[in-house]
């Protein structure tokens, strides 16, 4: 897994970790308006980088990985951990783990892990595997009928064909697989001071479950909703919003700007 880092060395460190889909870019909009202010880490996932050939590995692998990375560089407590959709996965898988101390943590649309029977965990990544891989052979029409929610433009649309064409599709399955079924420690307990929960009108039915079960295993965990975006949008649609947001959370919980 390559990391990208950019801002200043000794500023609060904050770790943004991608949907799926897209690549490490997806902040690319973000990155200028935080990097003055704070060390940002932008991981570019298995399975995600184009310049790394390779396939998408699980939920687990990629946080612990993440977690080795951090520590093997000395940052043992980062300002604020932030992922969007299967991002935010591997955010409350790192919460659980409890290897690196997080001040401020804001999973985006986060899918958490079913608590459904096997068969129906799997005939529900079927469908969502087929849904995306019929997306990678039909190309820019049926993208434009599944990001219906959003008035992306015709680049943005292109950028999404280009992910889709160079992504296995074993790196689709494994997605689908592993962010509906992700293990979670026994009897997990984060220690993290500010926990919030985002998600948009658009898709609240469709993280009805999500939100319960942060309710349930993240007890002192905030909620945010968000108007006139949808599911993953905010930080390519708005990052001025997603900027000025995600520097209140770390507010909030008292990770503010270096020297401040």
């Avoid at 690196?100 to 799997?122: E, H, M, S």
């Avoid at 190309?139 to 064409?165: M, N, P, Q, R």
Wanted: glycine letters at 8%.
């Amino acid at each position: 897994m390559t990391f990208h880092e950019f801002g200043r060395d000794g500023a609060p460190v904050a770790v943004l970790i991608h949907p799926s889909l897209v690549m490490w870019d997806y902040f690319e909009f973000v990155i200028p308006l935080m990097q003055d202010a704070y060390h940002l880490v932008v991981p570019a996932l298995p399975g995600y980088d184009e310049d790394a050939p390779g396939d998408f590995t699980s939920v687990e692998q990629i946080a612990a990985e993440l977690e080795d990375w951090l520590i093997a560089r000395n940052i043992l407590e980062i300002g604020c951990i932030y992922g969007c959709s299967m991002g935010g996965s591997i955010v409350m898988r790192l919460l659980a783990d409890r290897r690196v101390k997080v001040g401020c943590a804001v999973i985006d649309g986060g899918i958490t892990p079913y608590q459904l029977p096997w068969i129906a965990t799997r005939a529900i990544a079927v469908r969502d595997f087929l849904m995306i891989y019929m997306g990678k052979l039909g190309g820019i029409k049926l993208l434009e009928k599944a990001f219906s929610t959003d008035e992306y433009s015709d680049e943005d649309l292109k950028y999404v064909a280009k992910v889709l064409h160079f992504i296995s599709a074993k790196t689709i399955w494994r997605t689908f697989e592993s962010c509906n079924n992700y293990s979670m420690p026994e009897g997990f307990e984060s220690d993290c001071r500010a926990i919030e929960y985002w998600y948009t009108k658009a898709e609240a039915k469709d993280r009805a479950w999500d939100i319960d079960y942060v309710r349930a295993h993240f007890p002192r965990a905030s909620f945010r909703i968000f108007d006139d975006v949808g599911h993953g949008g905010l930080a390519v649609l708005k990052p001025e919003l997603f900027a000025s947001e995600l520097v209140r959370a770390m507010a909030s919980s008292g990770e503010t700007e270096a020297g401040a």
